[in-house]
């Protein structure tokens, strides 16, 4: 296989194992980045490293020269800034009307669209939620109402310019790789350090990171035009299992209390005070209603059937985790 593909934010967790993915299935890979002397330092991108910023559009047409299939994984994957109107939403959306306008101009025939579970519909009754469901109420999380309004504007665009176009939505990614710092790694680590005192009370869907990679990579030859791919574990865990598993690695961690919802909600106002000295709040009210008794139970015999995904368990994954954590020095895991 020699088509040549084009990957965005290939410098990070998904984008650079996304770059090994499509490289082993024999791709000709063009990793695109914001920082190269960074990326060339980084033995885990595979491919040729070539400069792209998804917000200044004339860095784009000349990476994609060639290109049959673009990667879109690059966005801003913030749950807070000082202006997430600009920094998260906006600057989302510029990104995908950037790559689209360039991937039309170079003729690119497809675009493998990454996009979130978190835009799918919520479920607080256990169904199963099908890939073609979508989310209707953010709550003003400006992660996920980014999500969902690129999404959509991604499937316009495909339209307008006549570019095949697959969407595929992973759940929250790890692995035992503990280079990249995300909200999802820093979550856990707060359960692995026994920082979490309080039940959050929902399941929480972790995937294999690798899993994920490979299953898009076959997307670009398997996936149906049109189609949306849950890339999950087919049930979540609940924060209280979660914990469980991180006792078996450090034994001085309790199991979170169940304080309801009203408390979280004041806990989250509380934390979202430090908003006023600039500083992330480690909880926020829309977190917490987006995400409170929610069960993410996802339907995923079309990611099975077109593109052979064969998730680890997520208790496979977590205990890689906590794994790679407890071998880590735990003065430096403070800083991770």
């Keep these: 296989m020699q088509n040549k593909v084009f990957v965005t934010g290939a410098s990070g967790h998904l984008g650079s194992a996304l770059t090994r993915s499509l490289s082993a299935l024999g791709y000709q890979v063009t990793a695109g980045v914001r920082n190269i002397t960074k990326a060339k330092l980084d033995n885990n991108i595979a491919g040729s490293i070539t400069y792209a910023d998804l917000l200044k559009p004339d860095t784009l047409s000349a990476a994609m020269d060639g290109t049959d299939t673009v990667f879109q994984v690059a966005a801003n994957f913030s749950h807070w800034s000082k202006n997430s109107q600009k920094e998260i939403i906006q600057a989302n959306s510029n990104m995908v009307k950037n790559i689209f306008n360039a991937a039309h101009d170079a003729s690119v025939k497809k675009i493998i669209f990454v996009s979130s579970t978190g835009t799918l519909a919520r479920n607080t009754t256990g169904e199963i939620i099908s890939p073609n469901s979508w989310c209707e109420n953010t709550y003003g999380n400006p992660y996920f109402q980014s999500k969902i309004e690129t999404e959509r504007l991604a499937w316009s665009l495909a339209e307008k310019y006549h570019i095949e176009m697959v969407s595929v939505l992973p759940s929250a990614m790890i692995n035992g790789d503990l280079s990249h710092s995300t909200p999802t790694t820093r979550f856990l680590q707060s359960i692995f350090k026994g920082e979490l005192p309080l039940d959050l009370e929902f399941d929480f869907n972790l995937v294999h990171?690798?899993?994920?990679?490979?299953?898009?990579?076959?997307?670009?030859?398997?996936?149906?035009?049109?189609?949306?791919?849950?890339?999950?574990?087919?049930?979540?865990?609940?924060?209280?299992?979660?914990?469980?598993?991180?006792?078996?690695?450090?034994?001085?961690?309790?199991?979170?209390?169940?304080?309801?919802?009203?408390?979280?909600?004041?806990?989250?106002?509380?934390?979202?005070?430090?908003?006023?000295?600039?500083?992330?709040?480690?909880l926020l009210k829309s977190q917490v209603h987006f995400y409170f008794n929610q069960k993410e139970i996802y339907d995923i015999s079309l990611s099975r059937e077109h593109l052979n995904f064969s998730p680890r368990t997520m208790t496979e994954c977590i205990n890689e985790y906590f794994s790679a954590l407890s071998s880590f020095d735990p003065f430096l895991i403070q800083d991770l």
């Design 209 to 282: 990171i690798n899993d994920v990679s490979d299953a898009i990579a076959r997307s670009g030859y398997a996936g149906k035009t049109s189609h949306r791919y849950i890339l999950a574990n087919p049930q979540g865990l609940s924060v209280k299992e979660i914990t469980q598993l991180a006792q078996q690695y450090n034994s001085s961690v309790k199991l979170p209390r169940r304080v309801g919802k009203n408390v979280l909600l004041f806990i989250a106002t509380l934390a979202e005070l430090s908003k006023y000295f600039n500083i992330e709040p480690k």
